[in-house]
């Protein structure tokens, strides 16, 4: 738990996948970080990485501005994006999970 009266810093969370806002666990995945930033009392930026971004070096660079990177997995756009993106976050040593 973070202490009482500290200022939280924000923390940046990429999410590897192609949103879609009718999609039950896009919004879940949302919902499930700002539950845990609510809890911690603290600030969540939370960016969604679309797929075939990942495959250019700009959208590489990208990741390591993250705290964490959170695959929300499929259908992707370019498997071959998400799975740069994964194996980046491996490479990087930033915190990963996947659904």
């Known amino acids: 738990m973070l202490k009482e009266g500290k200022v939280n810093p924000t923390v940046s969370i990429g999410i590897i996948?192609?949103?879609?806002e009718n999609?039950?666990?896009?919004r879940a995945t949302i919902d499930a970080l700002n539950h845990a930033a609510n809890?911690?009392?603290a600030?969540?930026?939370?960016?969604?990485l679309?797929?075939?971004?990942?495959l250019t070096e700009k959208g590489q660079q990208q990741l390591e501005q993250f705290a964490g990177l959170w695959a929300a997995g499929d259908p992707y756009q370019s498997l071959e994006g998400?799975?740069?993106g994964i194996q980046s976050a491996r490479e990087l040593n930033i915190a990963f999970f996947g659904t």
């Open 39 to 41: 809890y911690l009392s």
């Open 43 to 48: 600030k969540m930026n939370i960016v969604w």
């Open 23 to 26: 999609s039950l666990s896009h």
């Open 82 to 84: 998400a799975l740069k």
């Open 17 to 20: 996948g192609d949103f879609d």
């Open 50 to 54: 679309p797929t075939p971004s990942l």
